[in-house]
């Protein structure tokens, strides 16, 4: 359902705050909202305010509502995080069930039962021997956790100098200082400089902007791409490097896939100058590209996996580091300890509410669902490659990143200032009119984003495809 302009809104009781004040004014007054510019509610606009703050109220499998009763398409599933789809009751009651039961507890030094349970859930999901469960409250806590379990891993086995990273250009790995050192976009950092020292980037897998003569073969470009993490150790020096940070699919930039063999390869880079493999799937775990972990979906065994948003499906924060036993062993003896934790990490109700989540997986068959209909999400996606705005469609599962370009045949890409005007000029608010909540992103060449909720089908692919074919037609008219 779009937007009317012209519709005269009065609101009603539920639209206001205990003190009378509307939400949309309180959100302007008092909420500082992530990753926004605030300048859009503040300016004054001819006849009247700034833009109103979006305000999202209510959510039933993949559609979602705002405050004044407009109808959405969840493309995004929040955040690539309602896997199982919104207003689930049994998630809300396994979360009551246990606040009732026990509302909190840490796991510093004592545990629960919830989280002995996850934990024990998870390292069967996972592959290999990443049999030690680590929780935090999020994804980059995760990240952050696994950078420092490598450091004071190899301090531990007589390797003391290995404390560098090595991680990919635009990737996203997290706002903590230690995981935005690893993340790879310059523009996320530069307000927060100086950062965590050690932190190296080389070449992405972004096929559609790789070097000319490697754009016909995946296989020759992903033994490239990877290569480069081992020129990377080689100059840094091999007894300096601890890790390396990779999203199965990387996120930023929009939806780079793995060619064929490369992580084959980089598992074998890893192997030979003993560097630790982690597998950031923050985003792609729990069904986004289809098996619970997304390692699995491309065969190699990482050292560490490092997870949190579809594991809850977003019905309460928890993350999580699954780390090898190898990595373990040394905690194992004497007064060793990592001294690293949250106060919330394996809290007990978002444990129940993972727990209750992964039940929803297994029964109604989510993972194999998605490995089902993904070609079908892909093919349908591929219909707008006929326009004259897009260049490319890509990623796996139910995680994509479509491209926009200005010129097809150069694959030339638009400049700040047009990128700017397309963007968030136009498209971001013209796809939530549309009736369509996805992401308009520019960390890197402009692109769509769409990562809706895992009980999406066929139907709901072809409304998908509509809505942004008609606003991607309308945008030809506003570069």
């Known amino acids: 359902?779009?937007?009317?302009?012209?519709?005269?809104?009065?609101?009603?009781?539920?639209?206001r705050t205990p003190t009378g004040a509307l939400h949309?004014?309180?959100?302007?007054?008092h909420l500082w909202m992530h990753f926004t510019r605030h300048s859009v509610f503040e300016e004054k606009e001819a006849g009247g305010l700034g833009?109103?703050?979006p305000i999202i109220t209510r959510g039933k499998g993949w559609k979602i509502w705002d405050d004044r009763g407009n109808e959405y398409i969840d493309g995004l599933a929040g955040l690539f995080v309602v896997q199982a789809g919104h207003g689930r009751e049994e998630l809300a009651e396994a979360a009551a069930k246990q606040a009732k039961e026990l509302a909190f507890f840490p796991l510093w030094s004592y545990a629960h039962p919830k989280a002995i349970e996850l934990a024990e859930r998870l390292a069967a999901y996972a592959p290999g021997d990443l049999n030690r469960v680590f929780f935090t409250t999020g994804g980059g806590e995760a990240v952050e956790t696994a950078w420092k379990l490598a450091k004071q891993y190899y301090k531990l086995t007589g390797k003391p100098t290995k404390h560098k990273v090595i991680s990919r250009a635009v990737a996203y790995h997290g706002t903590p200082q230690g995981a935005l050192s690893i993340t790879g976009i310059p523009a996320a950092k530069e307000m927060f400089e100086p950062l965590v020292p050690g932190a190296h980037k080389v070449p992405n897998t972004n096929m559609y902007r790789a070097p000319e003569h490697l754009r016909?073969?995946?296989k020759a470009f992903?033994?490239?791409?990877?290569?480069?993490?081992?020129?990377?150790?080689?100059?840094?020096?091999?007894?300096?490097?601890?890790?390396?940070?990779?999203?199965?699919?990387?996120?930023s930039g929009g939806c780079f896939p793995p060619p064929a063999g490369y992580f084959e390869r980089v598992r074998e880079i890893c192997d030979e100058y003993d560097v630790l493999l982690v597998s950031d799937e923050v985003i792609c775990s729990f069904g986004r590209i289809g098996s619970m972990f997304a390692c699995d979906d491309f065969g190699y065994v990482p050292d560490i996996i490092t997870c949190a948003k579809g594991m809850t499906s977003g019905y309460s924060p928890i993350g999580a580091m699954i780390a090898s036993d190898r990595l373990f062993e040394p905690f194992k003896q004497g007064t060793t300890y990592f001294p690293h934790g949250y106060t919330f990490g394996g809290?007990?109700?978002?444990?129940?509410?993972?727990?209750?989540n992964l039940d929803i997986f297994e029964r109604e068959g989510l993972n194999d669902r998605v490995k089902q209909n993904a070609p079908i999400f892909k093919a349908t996606l591929d219909k707008l490659l006929d326009l004259p705005l897009v260049g490319d469609v890509r990623g796996a599962g139910y995680f994509y990143g479509i491209e926009l370009v200005k010129d097809k045949a150069t694959r030339e890409t638009f400049n700040d200032a047009e990128s700017e005007r397309l963007l968030r000029?136009?498209?971001?608010?013209?796809?939530?009119?549309?009736?369509?909540?996805?992401?308009?992103?520019d960390r890197g060449d402009p692109v769509i984003q769409l990562a809706p909720p895992l009980i999406m089908g066929p139907d709901e692919f072809d409304d998908i495809e509509s809505r942004l074919r008609s606003v991607l037609i309308e945008a030809e008219n506003h570069l």
């Open 1 to 15: 359902m779009s937007i009317n302009p012209n519709q005269v809104w009065e609101p009603s009781s539920d639209t």
């Open 24 to 29: 949309s004014e309180a959100a302007r007054d």
């Open 51 to 53: 833009h109103s703050v």
């Open 216 to 218: 016909d073969d995946e």
């Open 222 to 251: 992903g033994r490239w791409a990877a290569d480069r993490i081992a020129e990377a150790i080689e100059f840094e020096g091999p007894d300096t490097v601890a890790a390396v940070f990779l999203e199965p699919v990387q996120n």
């Open 347 to 356: 809290h007990p109700v978002s444990a129940a509410v993972a727990m209750a």
């Open 425 to 441: 000029g136009f498209l971001s608010k013209a796809l939530f009119d549309a009736g369509l909540y996805c992401r308009a992103d």
